[in-house]
Structure formats: C-alpha cells, structure tokens
C-alpha cells in the first residue's frame, strides 16, 4: 500500500503537479504585470470604440446636413427654373438706345425678378419695401414690389418696427433671406415644405429673423449670385468649362436670364467656420445712372462680399450643395 503525503487533508501530490493552484485550496490571484497588461487593453478598446462613436456621429451631422441643403437647393432650383419662360412687357416709351429687346428681357428678369424672388440680404428687401425703385428704365412704369413673393417680403420689412429693422445685421442675412423665401414666399409652390418642417431653425444672433440650421447649429447660408465662386477651394467652379458671361452684363448683350448661375447654399462644416466674409455688405442697392438700380444684387458691388477669395483653411470642409458637380 502506497502512503499518501497530506497536510490537513490536502494532497500534497496534486498540489506539486498544479501549480496553478495553491496548496490549501486558494487559487493564485493576477500579478500586477497580467493587470497593467489587461487595463492596457481596456484602454485601447475603449479608445477605438469612442473614435467610432465620434466618427458616426460626424457622419450622420454630415448626412443631416447635406440632406437638409439639398431640399433646400431643390427648392431654389425649381422657382429658377420658372423664369426661362417668363414674358416681359416692353418698357414705357420703347427701348433706349442701344439695348434689343432680347437684352432688355433678360436684364430685366435678373434684375426685376430673381433678385427680387429671390433675395440674399436685407438691403435688397429694404429697396423693395421703400417703392422707390422703378421696374422699368429710365424711372417709367409701377414701382417695387411686382410679384406675390416681392409683396410678401416688402410687407414682412414694413411689419417691422425700426429697431428691429436696426438690429437685422448682414452676418446671416442670406441664412435669414433664405427662410424667408421658402417659409413666407411660397416660391415654387413651396409655402413651408412639409418635408421642411422638421428641419432645425432657430435665430443665431438674436434679431428676430430666423434661419435653417446646420447640424452643428449654424445658418444654412445662401448667396444668389456666386461669381467668382472658388470650389473646391483654390479652383474656379465657373471658370472653363463653365465660363460664365459677365454677371451683369452691360446694355448691349443678351445673355440668358440667370447667366447659367446657381445659387449658393452651403453649411460651414464641422469645423463651423464658413471661410467667407458677408459682413458689412452693402446696406442699399446701388442706382446707376442707365438703367437706375443695374447692379441690383451684383455682389461685386462689396468687395467683402466677394466669393473669389475665401480662406482656404476654413472653407474647404463646408458642405454646399454644389460640391457633386464641383467633384465632376
């Protein structure tokens, strides 16, 4: 018979073939190398799981956004579409001279009607409002406003009492335009879009005009005429290919009515920096001496306002609704 070695009923045998588990029944506990080792690792895939978290929810912003403006731009581009069959009426007293009916045409609904549609700051809504401007050349024919939309913005302006008049600013003015045009114009049938109706608004700088946000917060921004436009940054978008005729062109030319141009509507992107300078844009439009009030809406009239030179480090993550054909 075998004597078997135990200690308090322990086999001592087992203990010295197991040494994973210590003599007396307790199991040996992690060192602190197997602990710092397993923490290490906890570390690393929480951190990998937090930068999927950040990641998707940077996209779905992206997403939000991206989706947000292009309703938006469905919405301009539907009423620009509207002006290609537009009729003018000759002005009172014929045409001056030099000017074709053709070209008379086409200054004419640029100047008269998508510009006064279509508006992207205030100073263009205070001209409308104050019914000074005449629709025709050389001071003939119906003041301002002459369409439904133009009466709408002219009557929202006089609702206003003067301050707030003074507090409406030019920061977001084309954000602040914008919501008024498809939430009070009704322009292409789209009197407050249903599917806009759950699209995030609010009033960034505290005037009592209201804008469409971004999913970072930001006004949706809008300009109407983007000559000079740079997309992506530091290339022409109308440049080449899509050369554009001069964007007002003086009285002798017949351009098409909207100069092949499409509007502006760009969010400032996640680093929430738009990259381009609207402020202290003109307050009132511009009257030259034939025909009055030519460069209505020319943004070239403020050199702030100028689309030609964004800065690069801040406007190149926005997000526009051009930016799939600037990619073509």
Do not use: H
């Not at 809504?125 to 005449?134: C, D, F, K, T």
């Not at 499409?262 to 009257?287: F, K, T």
């Amino acid at each position: 018979m075998i004597a078997t070695s135990t200690i308090a009923g322990v086999d001592l045998r087992s203990c010295a073939s197991r040494p994973s588990v210590r003599c007396g029944g307790a199991q040996r506990g992690f060192s602190m190398v197997e602990l710092l080792v397993v923490m290490s690792l906890m570390v690393v895939l929480l951190g990998l799981v937090s930068a999927a978290v950040s990641g998707a929810r940077a996209s779905s912003k992206q997403q939000a956004t991206r989706l947000l403006i292009s309703k938006l731009d469905a919405i301009v581009r539907q009423q620009l579409a509207t002006y290609n069959s537009r009729e003018v009426p000759p002005p009172a007293g014929g045409l001056p001279t030099g000017w074709t009916m053709a070209g008379y045409r086409s200054w004419y609904i640029r100047r008269n009607l998508i510009t006064g549609d279509l508006p992207d700051r205030w100073g263009d809504v205070m001209a409308m409002a104050s019914g000074q401007l005449s629709t025709f050349l050389n001071g003939n024919g119906p003041r301002f406003p002459i369409t439904q939309p133009q009466t709408v913005y002219a009557s929202t302006w006089n609702s206003w009492s003067s301050a707030k008049q003074a507090l409406v600013g030019d920061q977001y003015a084309g954000a602040e335009c914008l919501f008024m045009i498809v939430t009070q114009g009704g322009i292409a049938d789209c009197l407050d879009c249903g599917e806009l109706r759950t699209a995030e608004r609010g009033d960034k700088d505290n005037d009592s005009a209201y804008e469409f946000w971004d999913a970072w917060g930001n006004p949706i921004g809008f300009i109407l005429w983007p000559a000079g436009l740079e997309l992506p940054v530091g290339a022409k978008f109308f440049a080449g290919s899509r050369a554009l005729e001069q964007a007002f062109p003086p009285k002798g030319t017949s351009p098409s009515p909207t100069l092949g141009m499409i509007p502006l509507i760009y969010s400032a992107g996640p680093d929430q920096e738009y990259g381009i300078n609207r402020a202290n844009e003109v307050g009132v439009l511009v009257s030259d001496a034939d025909p009055n009030g030519l460069r209505c809406g020319d943004w070239s009239q403020d050199p702030t306002a100028s689309m030609a030179s964004p800065i690069s480090a801040y406007a190149s993550d926005n997000i526009t609704n051009l930016d799939a054909e600037a990619a073509r």
